[in-house]
């Protein structure tokens, strides 16, 4: 079975430039989330989505950040203007069903993103 | 809030030795309890769950117990080899089926 993919693995842009990250869930998976990984912390959650419709974006600073998930399935996160403090690790999950608090989240590797 | 504190990192244990990564948590209800392990260049990939008070969660020799308690949710391991070095996140989903993340812990085991 084909893990959750993402684009790219690294990325170095300058402050106030655009950035975009992709994400292809696993094959059947309705729920998607994107998190947050800053330098020594744990992940945050910044969107979740149910297929194509959003569940949680409260974390989401959404003056800067927009992501989407057009026909339920892969999602593009972007950032526009990217800031210094944006600099971390942008994970994509994938899980099959948001109806159980038991469901197991699948990772992607992960994009560095560095904003000089 | 919900919240998970973890033990700080990093931990440095020699093969062989035993092993426990401290875990409590604060949540309303009854939460579903997860330790991930993120190993060098690789994604986040669950290593156990457990999700009612006094379940044990186990897999790969490591184990961890839900104490709802003493709220903590301990991950231990008999003895450590060093393929089991890798930054373990404990977290837990209540409620809003969001995951709540600890900020990690670092265990590099030695030969």
């Known amino acids: 079975e084909a893990g959750v993919a993402q684009s790219p693995r690294y990325k170095i842009i300058e402050k106030r430039q655009s950035v975009a990250f992709w994400c292809n869930p696993i094959?059947?998976?309705?729920?998607l989330y994107w998190y947050q990984q800053i330098l020594g912390q744990g992940p945050k959650l910044l969107i979740q989505f149910q297929n194509n419709g959003v569940v949680d974006d409260s974390q989401l600073p959404k003056d800067r950040f927009s992501a989407e998930r057009l026909k339920g399935v892969d999602s593009t996160l972007k950032i526009q203007p990217a800031k210094l403090e944006d600099s971390a690790v942008y994970l994509c999950?994938?899980?099959?069903?948001?109806?159980?608090?038991?469901?197991?989240?699948?990772f992607g590797p992960g994009t560095r993103l560095t904003v000089l | 809030g919900n919240s998970v504190t973890q033990m700080e990192g990093p931990v440095t244990l020699s093969e062989e030795a035993f092993l426990t990564i401290n875990c409590t948590y604060t949540a309303t209800g009854y939460p579903s309890l997860f330790w991930y392990v993120q190993y060098p260049g690789e994604g986040l990939q669950l290593l156990l769950k457990?999700?009612?008070?006094?379940d044990k969660g186990s897999n790969k020799g490591f184990e961890a117990t839900y104490r709802k308690e003493t709220t903590s949710f301990h991950l231990e391991k008999g003895s450590v080899q060093v393929s089991d070095s890798a930054v373990y996140f404990c977290a837990l989903t209540s409620g809003t089926y969001k995951y709540i993340f600890g900020t990690g812990t670092r265990l590099k085991v030695l030969a």
């Open positions: 457990a999700t009612k008070a006094d």
């Open positions: 094959s059947g998976h309705a729920t």
């Open positions: 999950a994938s899980s099959l069903d948001t109806q159980s608090l038991a469901d197991t989240q699948y």
